[in-house]
Antibody, heavy 121, light 111 residues
Framework: QVQLQQSGPGLVKPSQTLSLTCAIS??????????WSWIRQSPSRGLEWLGR?????????DYAISVKSRITINPDTSKNQFSLQLNSVTPEDTAVYYC???????????WGQGTLVTVSS | QSALTQPRSVSGSPGQSVTISCTGT?????????VSWYQQHPGKAPKLMIY???KRPSGVPDRFSGSKSGNTASLTISGLQAEDEADYYC???????????FGGGTKLTVL
């Protein structure tokens, strides 16, 4: 059974960097058949896909247009996990952040427990 | 404002059927057979209920079914049960520039 365990701070100051990690069990971050994403959810923006990392003989990353200039998603094969970094955060980035596995065409089948990240001074 | 349009709320009595609509455009729902539906209970992560418009993951009751016509996808829940009360979100692949879009969510109340 695939399990995703998130970790990271719940409070980030404006203009700083939001960093979260997602540890994977029951699957491999290097799997050739799935991809690993971050999705956030807020009352104002609803569910919003942020980006993905996946391995198909080499590593690929894709990001949502709305955050493309500020986001990095990195795999860590030594720890079987992946991470999210979102730079220059503002209060609009306050949301519950989920790490998610997807298979096929964006079928988000396994979710982390969610982390409420508040951007406030 | 979400890219896909869903009704804010629907309701039904136990045993009845309800249908939740999800309207997009020819760039997302209408252009690809890659619509998925998620159930979310309060304080929990979303759960995949339907994928590729009509397919059910293992373990999802066959009371849940999906369909699509043109730019509108639908989730139908038959034989409503109390535990079906939740928020439901649709999601669609939207091409290699936007990638994926979500609906704003529908709150299902079981009366």
């Amino acid at each position: 059974q695939v399990q995703l365990q998130q970790s990271g701070p719940g409070l980030v100051k404006p203009s700083q960097t939001l960093s979260l990690t997602c540890a994977i069990s029951g699957d491999s971050v290097s799997s050739n058949s799935v991809a690993w994403s971050w999705i956030r959810q807020s009352p104002s923006r609803g569910l919003e896909w942020l980006g993905r990392t996946y391995y198909r003989s080499k590593w690929y990353n894709d990001y949502a247009i709305s955050v493309k200039s500020r986001i990095t998603i990195n795999p860590d094969t030594s720890k079987n996990q992946f991470s999210l970094q979102l730079n220059s955060v503002t209060p609009e980035d306050t949301a519950v952040y989920y790490c998610v596995r997807y298979s096929g065409w964006f079928n988000f089948d396994y979710w982390g427990q969610g982390t409420l990240v508040t951007v406030s001074s | 404002q979400s890219a896909l349009t869903q009704p804010r709320s629907v309701s039904g009595s136990p045993g009845q059927s309800v249908t939740i609509s999800c309207t997009g455009t020819s760039s997302d729902v209408g252009g690809h057979n890659y619509v998925s539906w998620y159930q979310q209970h309060p304080g929990k992560a979303p759960k995949l209920m339907i994928y590729d418009v009509t397919k059910r993951p293992s373990g999802v009751p066959d009371r849940f079914s999906g369909s699509k016509s043109g730019n509108t996808a639908s989730l139908t829940i038959s034989g409503l049960q109390a535990e079906d009360e939740a928020d439901y979100y649709c999601c669609s692949y939207a091409g290699t520039y936007t990638y994926v879009v979500f609906g704003g969510g529908t709150k299902l109340t079981v009366l």
